[in-house]
């Protein structure tokens, strides 16, 4: 959604592979297993039956979900001709194993959460595949809702994964003594090689919106709430005017609470109307909405909204352009130095205060390894020479409507082995992961002692990474 507030940096969900991998709902005796193919063929004379294959404290594992994770694999283009069933089977017994534990330690995963990713999942899937009847198709379903049904409590086991070694990853820690101590004992031929990088920043105008623009987003805004006071569906509504794409195909639908990630003004606009009733327009960074409230259940709500933005005119748009030429001549004429201009003439408020300088969204650092660099990005910047300012480059794109932008490449850093001084914070965050996944180990090794686990069949005969037969 694109009024999520820009300001908050989110850490990287640590979701396990397998997000549509179905689980039983009861026990069975065991059953013929699969061979370790990607898709195994039954005994001359067998018919091969669904059954389960593995069981991890409460829950199960049966052959079809690993044919699902497959599948799933396959449905986001990940290669799947070197994946063993028998891997298969280990990554899901890991995510039951989180799972179950996460039970145990009564972490709570909250419906309007799993509602609104289900439907985001959804309207991925959805887009990848073609139409909701290819989707329910490609996973075997019987129907929408069917499917709906699975994906909830896939989603919820997943959320219950995440929010378990989330918990045990938080609580390690590491000391610069660590640290030291991980990079000496790396052997010298066997040091990381840190790809080429560089340190960009840019300067954004954004056209002024005429006060009439905006009036006429209102009006229309007034006039579509008048119309559903009068009996016509918010939804459609939403679903024709509505220009936030990250709601559109729910008809602008949105589980959310005090704590959603949303701009100030859209949750104030939301908990200060009654349930039924429409909200009058109102102003956030990305335009002007209105709120239809569904739903209260306590701090919980079910609301419809649509976004409306005001239309640039030419003349805004080629004021802007015009400026940005006057801030980049001043710059080149030594007037102003490219930081100072970006403080004092920037109307992007992130980079603003940091004289332009772009924060990486992968590290949250502002050095972008050139291999990894968003491809737009780097087309803007890939023939810059040092200190040169680029021409006004336009931009358009649903989160930060139309603008120009001028750009610089600030510092290079050449490809390089690893040097404690210079990449300390690269080598403390792979100091820090070494020590989390030796954390998860002892943690799995631990659990998998204390809880029930069986597998069935010739999955017995299994080279798991982990010790799931106790042997």
């Known amino acids: 959604m694109k009024f999520i507030n820009k300001g908050i940096a989110f850490m990287a969900a640590l979701f396990f592979a397998g997000t549509l991998t179905l689980q ?10 699969a061979k370790d193919s990607v898709k195994p063929t039954a005994k001359k004379g067998r018919i091969k039956v669904d059954g389960v294959v593995a069981v991890v404290g409460d829950y199960v ?34 995510d039951k194993l989180y799972a179950h534990q996460a039970i ?33 198709a490609y996973f075997k379903k019987k129907n929408l809702e069917a499917f709906k049904t699975d994906l909830y409590e896939i989603i919820k086991t997943n959320k219950l994964i995440e929010q378990m070694q989330k918990k045990i990853v938080d609580e390690v820690e590491i000391t610069p003594e660590e640290v030291r101590q991980f990079f000496a004992n ?12 560089m340190e960009v920043a840019q300067i954004v105008i954004t056209p002024e919106v005429s006060q009439e623009e905006k009036q006429k987003v209102i009006d229309k805004l007034k006039q579509i709430k008048k119309e559903v006071q009068d009996g016509a569906s918010f939804y459609s509504k939403a679903v024709l005017y509505s220009e936030d794409k990250g709601t559109l195909s729910r008809g602008g639908f949105i589980k959310m609470n005090r704590k959603s990630m949303l701009v100030k003004e859209f949750k ?20 002007f909405h209105i709120i239809y409230v569904e739903k209260i259940r306590g701090q919980e709500l079910d609301v419809r909204h649509i976004l409306m933005k005001p239309k640039v005119t030419p003349e805004a748009l080629k004021a802007a352009k015009e400026k940005i030429e006057q801030i980049r ?16 003439e ?37 023939d810059l020479k040092d200190n040169e300012i680029s021409l006004p480059i336009y931009e358009e794109d649903a989160a930060s409507g139309q603008r120009y932008k001028i750009m610089t490449v600030l510092n290079r850093y050449d490809e390089h082995v690893a040097d404690y001084a210079k990449d300390y914070t690269k080598i403390k965050d792979l100091a820090l992961k ?3 996944l030796k954390a998860i180990g002892k943690w799995s090794d631990e659990k998998i002692k204390e809880t029930y686990i069986k597998v069935n069949g010739e999955y017995r005969d299994c080279e798991f990474a982990n010790n799931w037969v106790k042997k």
């Open 24 to 33: 039983a709902q009861e026990i069975i005796k065991d059953q013929e297993s």
């Open 434 to 436: 070494e020590k989390q």
């Open 329 to 344: 001549n001043r710059i080149i004429a030594g007037e102003i130095s490219f930081e100072d201009a970006a403080r004092s």
């Open 186 to 197: 790396i052997k010298k031929d066997e040091l990381p090689v840190f790809g080429a990088e």
């Open 104 to 136: 145990q330690d009564s972490i709570i995963v909250s419906d309007a959460e799993i509602n609104d990713y289900l439907d985001r999942q959804i309207d991925n899937f959805v887009e990848r595949l073609g139409s909701v009847d290819k989707m329910v």
């Open 61 to 94: 594992v049966l052959d079809s979900d690993v044919d699902m994770m497959y599948r799933e694999y396959q449905a986001q283009n990940i290669p799947v001709k070197d994946i063993s069933r028998c891997q298969m089977l280990g990554k899901l017994m890991e």
């Open 268 to 287: 104030e606009a939301a908990f200060s109307t009654d349930e039924g009733q429409i909200s009058e327009p109102f102003e956030t960074e990305y335009g």
């Open 346 to 382: 920037s109307d992007e408020k992130e980079t603003r205060n940091s004289g332009g300088l772009l924060l990486n969204p992968r590290t949250l650092e502002t050095r972008f390894e050139l291999t990894k660099m968003d491809p737009t990005l780097y087309n803007d910047i890939a």
